[in-house]
């Protein structure tokens, strides 16, 4: 594993536990200072895919889940959730974000 990519993962853990902790402005920092939104999507996703693995690995229900809907006039909805332990209660949305549906955009979902 080079360097580049060891600081990727440390950053994708990083901001695992931060989304955990509902820390959202460290999360939406990131998230703001990437230029394209597939870069945004494939972060969200990767926070989504390390949040399950470890809950996996600790026999827990996964906590995190990357969504994302096409709406109508050729926009995306994408968004990070934090589920609610409790039926009773609503998932908090950690990160959401409405953009045009491009062709690299519906590849990245």
Do not use: C
């Not at 939406?28 to 999507?41: S, T």
């Not at 390390?50 to 995190?64: F, H, S, W």
């Amino acid at each position: 594993m080079n360097h580049d990519q060891h600081m990727k993962d440390t950053t994708l853990l990083e901001l695992t536990d931060a989304a955990e902790r509902e820390e959202t402005n460290t999360l939406n920092n990131y998230l703001q200072a990437l230029k394209q939104p597939e870069e945004r999507i494939n972060v969200l996703k990767q926070i989504g895919e390390i949040n399950r693995e470890k809950r996996y690995q600790r026999g827990t229900v996964p906590m995190l889940m990357f969504v994302h809907e096409r709406l109508d006039g050729g926009r995306i909805d994408f968004a990070l959730l934090k589920k609610s332990s409790d039926w009773l209660f609503a998932d908090t949305v950690l990160y959401k974000e409405t953009t045009e549906a491009k062709q690299a955009l519906l590849a990245a979902v």
